[in-house]
């Protein structure tokens, strides 16, 4: 699935939160999401509204006056995130935000990453719309994402810095570290915020792809302008190609190579990098300088996760640095299916290549049943994969 982010209005963090709702994406799953959270105080609130003739969703986080919040470092809000149970890339996602906004912050008040307060787009509610955005994404199977042009907006705004242009200057390094388009806008306030700024800066590529259109979301903003003040988030299913129904996207490709690791190391490394959602990780052997035999690791990732996954590389194996590259790779439509053999259910993968389907058994799904039954793994593979087609 596709998400394509199209900012008519620009873009917020409640406001992303709220499109993804009104795309479909259950507002009881996000609060029970982030009842994991290690914090509390806030209530979320979506509510179904109908603006300049448009239906669509306001979401709110309200704070408790009487619940304290105080003021985060990084390394804070990352292991708010990070301790918890939530899924491998909602974390990773949500991680790349953060690191991302962190870096923005620190890079225009000239301040180490670690020094950083996130004040207010580090509060709860920023924490809030950035993990609960993420949780969308996920539950609605988003594999890529996409944005339109960005208006930023005009004047002035309050921060806990005080007064500063609009657009913020964090929201302005962040956009300028994408090299995202920005197109003017009349509009004399604030129209993408920080958290809106690095949501895109990390997870987007700022380009309209092909798509099957699926279903459309509206998320409205707070604030009362000449316009729908509202983002629109497009889910479609990648277009396929007229030859062979094959389907296109893009991945972020991460290597690096490595000469002076163990096996043991690279191993825990593989499995470190696929919990935190990458798509593959693989090793291809290599010879470097001195003759040294040598390892070099590959890493797929989607297009937005290769910051939090190449800094998962720099941190588990002794690698100094790490090539990132995006590839364009065509995909044959596939899905998982369960069917129902003699001995019990074992989920195959379908894939379909034309009006040809191939299907491939799940194994641990086939030994349980084999050794359960005493009977040969390859007939309940091969029984399996009948039945799949």
């Known amino acids: 699935m596709i998400a394509y982010f199209d900012c008519f209005s620009g873009i917020s963090g409640d406001m992303a939160l709220g499109s993804l709702i009104d795309a479909g994406a259950p507002v009881e799953l996000v609060r029970h999401e982030l009842a994991r959270l290690p914090i509390g105080g806030y209530t979320v609130e979506a509510e179904v509204v109908v603006r300049d003739g448009l239906r669509g969703t306001a979401l709110r986080v309200w704070l408790s006056p009487d619940a304290e919040q105080p003021h985060r470092h990084l390394r804070d809000v990352l292991a708010i995130i990070d301790q918890t149970a939530l899924a491998p890339r909602v974390v990773a996602r949500a991680t790349a935000v953060f690191r991302g906004l962190a870096e923005a912050e620190a890079a225009v008040h000239g301040v180490p990453v670690d020094e950083v307060h996130f004040h207010e787009v580090g509060a709860v509610d920023a924490i809030v719309d950035v993990v609960g955005t993420a949780v969308c994404l996920e539950h609605l199977g988003v594999e890529r994402i996409c944005a339109s042009s960005v208006p930023t907006g005009t004047g002035s705004v309050q921060t806990a810095h005080g007064v500063l242009p609009v657009p913020a200057p964090a929201t302005l390094e962040l956009l300028r570290r994408a090299s995202a388009p920005i197109r003017p806008s009349p509009a004399q306030t604030e129209l993408t915020t920080p958290t809106g700024a690095a949501i895109l800066s990390a997870l987007a590529t700022f380009e309209m792809p092909p798509l099957r259109l699926v279903a459309t979301g509206h998320g409205f903003g707070r604030k009362v302008l000449p316009w729908p003040n509202l983002l629109r988030v497009w889910l479609g299913e990648p277009e396929t190609a007229a030859d062979g129904g094959l389907e296109t996207d893009t991945i972020a490709v991460i290597e690096t190579n490595v000469d002076d690791a163990t096996p043991e190391q690279l191993g825990a490394a593989m499995q470190t990098l696929l919990d935190a959602g990458a798509l593959d990780v693989f090793f291809t052997p290599i010879q470097m300088k001195k003759n040294r035999p040598a390892t070099k690791l590959t890493v797929l990732a989607a ?60 194994y641990d799904d086939c030994a349980a049943l084999a050794r359960q039954a005493n009977v040969p793994f390859a007939e309940v593979y091969e029984i399996a994969r009948g039945l799949g087609g």
């Open 303 to 362: 297009p937005g996760a290769e910051a939090a996954l190449a800094r998962r590389v720099l941190r588990e194996t002794t690698s100094l640095g790490v090539r990132v590259r995006t590839e364009r790779r065509w995909k044959c439509r596939r899905w998982q299916q369960t069917v129902a053999t003699p001995w019990g259910p074992v989920r195959v993968k379908v894939k379909q290549l034309g009006d040809e389907r191939l299907v491939s058994p799940e």
